[in-house]
């Protein structure tokens, strides 16, 4: 592990499925790392990964999940002393299934990758500029969990292709699950994405439409976090928020949770006006530089359903938690994601329904996204049903469920723009359908 390259696979039987699950205090009465499933580290007290040079695991909070750190600490993102990590959006470990897990590592280059069966999962972030530091791996690895069996773990002094990986897999494998491997590529590399082909009938009408490239259609937003970021220009509405330095700069514990300062380095754009039922939403945006993170959220209201921008004081933190950790239920879509701790190597997507931290999606695309180029926005709900494209290509179809612990199907809010630091974008031509559901309930 402390060659300067090289790698690791071993073969993973997870004995219960794996997937991200919402934690409440009570869960780490026992055990508080009752969230990572180790699979290697170099700390005999494998379940503290904080302590760990080295350690390759699966945490089942939402995001990151399967982890190959090669640095103490932990948050190796969000601080000013970064470390070496290879993280992925998502992933999930389905029960009885064997799967093949590589590790690779370059030190003097910074790239670090996650495979599981032959498919790429985990990358470093590919947009910090030059090798991020990395620690000695300890004199020994442990590992042991509950929740797997182990099976032929080898080491390599070199790193593996991913045609090397895949040879090897395929080599090894008793019998590759056809289906398990078809969700990976999918999932992974972006593989049979189809078409969104869909035109609203007689009972969608228009609720709203806006250019944005004139000063007036401002109006129609609530400017929340770095107000002065967001621009009108002959081609649309541009938002460049500030660099990471000054969130960092912000507040040193770097929490959403408990930050002490109002964080102007992130912003929201919310409409003013509010839907009800089935919503169509579209956009243009153009990227004007690399590593930001943009999102949508849709059907955003309080925990009864009420116009939170009405009957409460309105809000100026730009902050993430109002996504995810406050009292305002919504659906968010990252659409566009180059942030630190996402695949930022290829296009990814993300969906969540909050603020439960339900996941409802995640897709990566085989390319890369562009500069100085249009690209459209297309967030369909027709009933529990949520369906994202980006330029017609499906990447997202999920069904909600009001009867799984996670709230009801989202079905009336605001919506909302928002971006973090160190993103830089036009917008152009919204457009929102609303289909109201009475007309689909007495249709």
Not at 217 to 222: H, P, Q, T, V
Not at 431 to 438: A, G, Q, S, T, Y
């Amino acid at each position: 592990m402390n060659e300067p390259c090289g790698a690791l696979t071993m073969w993973v039987l997870p004995l219960q499925d794996l997937f991200p699950a919402a934690g409440y205090p009570q869960h780490a009465a026992s055990n508080p790392h009752y969230r990572i499933h180790t699979f290697l580290s170099d700390r005999e007290n494998i379940a503290d990964v904080t302590a760990a040079q080295f350690a390759f695991y699966y945490d089942t909070n939402w995001h990151p999940v399967l982890l190959a750190k090669f640095h103490g600490g932990n948050d190796l993102y969000w601080r000013r002393k970064r470390g070496a990590v290879a993280a992925s959006g998502h992933f999930e470990m389905h029960r009885l299934h064997w799967y093949h897990m590589t590790v690779t590592w370059d030190r003097s280059l910074g790239v670090f990758c996650v495979y599981a069966n032959g498919v790429l999962i985990a990358t470093h972030d590919t947009s910090h500029q030059g090798p991020l530091p990395t620690q000695t791996c300890g004199s020994m690895l442990f590992g042991g969990n509950p929740a797997f069996a182990y099976s032929d773990i080898a080491f390599f002094d070199q790193v593996l292709s991913p045609s090397e990986i895949r040879t090897m897999f395929l080599a090894e494998a008793p019998q590759v699950d056809a289906h398990l491997q078809e969700s990976l590529e999918r999932t992974y590399e972006g593989k049979g994405l189809p078409r969104l082909d869909w035109a609203p009938d007689a009972t969608w009408k228009e609720a709203l439409s806006l250019p944005m490239n004139r000063k007036e259609d401002l109006l129609a937003f609530y400017h929340q976090g770095a107000n002065n970021c967001s621009h009108v220009t002959d081609e649309g509405m541009r938002v460049t928020t500030p660099s990471l330095d000054m969130y960092l700069a912000l507040d040193p514990s770097k929490s959403d949770l408990d930050a002490s300062k109002v964080d102007v380095s992130r912003m929201y754009l919310w409409s003013r006006q509010t839907f009800e039922g089935d919503l169509h939403a579209t956009f243009e945006f153009k990227l004007l530089q690399h590593g930001g993170l943009c999102l949508f959220m849709a059907q955003a209201a309080g925990m009864q359903g009420e116009d939170f921008m009405k009957d409460y004081p309105l809000r100026s933190d730009g902050a993430m938690r109002m996504v995810c950790w406050e009292d305002v239920r919504n659906y968010h879509w990252e659409f566009y994601r180059e942030m630190l701790d996402v695949r930022n190597d290829l296009v990814s997507h993300a969906c969540l329904k909050n603020p439960w931290f339900k996941p409802m999606s995640f897709q990566m695309e085989n390319r890369r996204w562009d500069l100085d180029r249009w690209y459209r926005f297309e967030f369909l709900q027709e009933g529990n049903r949520l369906r994202g494209a980006i330029d017609g290509v499906t990447v997202m179809d999920v069904m909600d469920n009001s009867f799984d612990n996670n709230g009801p199907v989202l079905r009336n809010g605001h919506i909302a723009i928002r971006c973090m630091m160190r993103t830089d974008m036009i917008f152009r031509n919204l457009r929102v359908l609303n289909r109201p559901d009475f007309l689909i309930r007495f249709k």
